[in-house]
């Protein structure tokens, strides 16, 4: 029912900045929650980051906080993870995936549709 399409990533070195996008179509409502989720080689799938689709709520892991930034344009179904101040440790295959409820969530099997993810590869 939702479509996912990640795009954004490459390959930048340290300090550097990207912007990574979600766009989401098929069957979507204004209370679904959009996250993104990230996944290095040997390491189990990380949450990230994570906002309401309508509710202006937002939550970030303490790994990214204060270099990252979820941000949504409800128009166009899309939504953004601008990062700062890249380091080489958040080197991993970056994916958005959609909530079918109201709460955010840092647990990737409460997420019910997943992008094929963006691979984004920081440098020293």
């Known amino acids: 029912q939702v479509q996912l399409v990640e795009s954004g990533g490459g390959l930048v070195q340290a300090g550097g900045s990207l912007r990574l996008s979600c766009a989401a179509s098929g069957r979507t409502f204004s209370s679904h929650v959009m996250g993104w989720f990230r996944q290095a080689p040997g390491k189990e799938r990380e949450f990230v980051a994570a906002?309401?689709?309508?509710?202006?709520?937002?939550y970030y892991t303490n790994t990214v906080k204060g270099r990252f930034t979820i941000s949504r344009d409800n128009a166009k179904k899309t939504v953004y993870l601008q990062m700062n101040s890249l380091k080489p440790e958040d080197t991993a295959v970056y994916y958005c995936?959609?909530?079918?409820?109201?709460?955010?969530?840092?647990?990737?099997?409460?997420?019910?549709?997943w992008g094929q993810g963006t691979q984004v590869t920081v440098s020293s």
């Open positions: 995936a959609v909530q079918l409820d109201t709460r955010i969530s840092r647990w990737s099997s409460d997420y019910d549709y």
């Open positions: 906002i309401s689709w309508s509710d202006d709520i937002t």
